[in-house]
């Protein structure tokens, strides 16, 4: 494990990796031809390339320049993550029994497990990338996800969700400390009667959108990542939305809310996003704590007090997933599961 050894390994690496590609790109294989290739200079060559994982990642998001913004970032947050765990790892060490040290690591630092599987599902994207695309990972890698090697679980950790009557309290506010405190509260309630939606939907969401006497949408999160089965998110017009619309749309803009420009940038949308995000739940925090909601208010809680409210009011479901656009039962199962927390406490009450 001396430092010249290691070194060692990594250049035979490297070279065995090119000679693959040469005699792959080859269409007839020339002795010749080949050693001319093989030492040819490596900046003359695009027949070499890196195949240290930090690398890999970096070229990825280098070539794949429909990537938006947020995914770029969350594709180097998670090559940090692999390069602090395993500093100038190559991908060809990356194996079943790495993947396991690797979670085994993180969830003793108290790296939750959504969070463990996200930097997983990095990894096999960019394993799969440059194995089936971009063919630079040898044919005789062993693929260490699936059948035989490590399988990443769909997880859906539990939630504490919000009473209904925490969410009338939010509801039926009516007086605040500031005209933020208003707007974050408003905000909050136009996500909830919209089937919670996320706030990314909110902020590109257009007056076009409204059909009739129905909200008619895609939602952001979906866009790019279904290839089939997309679903519109159908939210019908009730009086108390029309009047939330009233009182945070911009008529002037073709934006609900009116934060945006016709042609905005994906990187101009992240910003605005965050920054707005991050206020809003600064406001909604104040706001939670003055109502004595325990629970957290944020954004995203918007989302399970719908699913929670319905399910409450014994919505079916199928109605419930429908709403939420989920593409399948099976994820509606999962989410309704992992806001079910408060029933242990009423199975409990049968205790003795």
């Known amino acids: 494990m001396d430092k010249a050894s290691i070194e060692f390994r990594e250049t035979c690496t490297l070279y065995i990796n090119k000679c693959e590609k ?3 790109d080859q269409k007839q294989f020339n002795k010749d031809e080949f050693r001319t290739l ?3 200079k490596e900046e003359e060559s ?3 390339g890196s195949l240290f994982l930090s690398d890999l990642f970096d070229q990825f998001i280098n070539e794949n320049k429909s990537l938006k913004p947020k995914t770029q970032k969350h594709f180097q947050y998670t090559r940090n993550v692999f390069s602090n765990h395993s500093p100038n790892i190559n991908v060809l060490d990356i194996n079943p029994a790495y993947i396991n040290q690797f979670v085994k690591t993180r969830t003793k630092n108290n790296v939750t497990q959504s969070a463990i599987d996200s930097s997983l599902r990095d990894l096999r994207r960019i394993i799969n990338y440059f194995s089936n695309e971009n063919c630079v990972i040898p044919s005789s890698y062993r693929y260490p996800f699936g059948k035989g090697g490590y399988s990443i679980q769909n997880f859906f950790p539990r939630k504490l969700v919000m009473s209904n009557d925490n969410i009338k309290s939010i509801i039926e506010l009516k007086e605040f400390s500031s005209e933020h405190e208003e707007y974050a509260k408003n905000i909050w309630e136009i996500l909830y009667r919209c089937n919670g939606i996320n706030f990314a939907d909110l902020l590109r969401m257009r007056w076009d959108n409204i059909k009739g006497d ?3 949408f895609f939602r952001k999160k979906t866009e790019t990542t279904r290839k089939n089965n997309k679903k519109e998110i159908v939210v019908p017009l009730s009086n108390e939305l029309l009047a939330l619309f009233e009182r945070v749309g ?9 934060k945006l420009n016709e042609g905005y940038a994906d990187n101009t949308f992240e910003n605005k996003s965050k920054k707005m995000s991050k206020q809003i739940n600064k406001d909604l925090k104040s706001l939670g704590t003055k109502l004595g909601i325990t629970i957290p208010l944020k954004l995203k809680t918007a989302r399970d007090a719908y699913a929670t409210s319905l399910r409450r009011a014994g919505v079916s479901k199928d109605d419930i997933g429908e709403m939420l656009g989920h593409s399948n039962s099976i994820v509606t199962e999962h989410y309704l599961a992992s806001i079910d927390l408060e029933s242990t406490k ?3 009450q049968h205790l003795l």
């Open 46 to 48: 695009n027949n070499t």
């Open 250 to 258: 911009k008529k002037h803009s073709p934006f609900i809310i009116g």
């Open 22 to 24: 040469i005699y792959r």
């Open 346 to 348: 009423a199975i409990n």
């Open 38 to 40: 093989f030492f040819k």
């Open 214 to 216: 129905y909200l008619i």
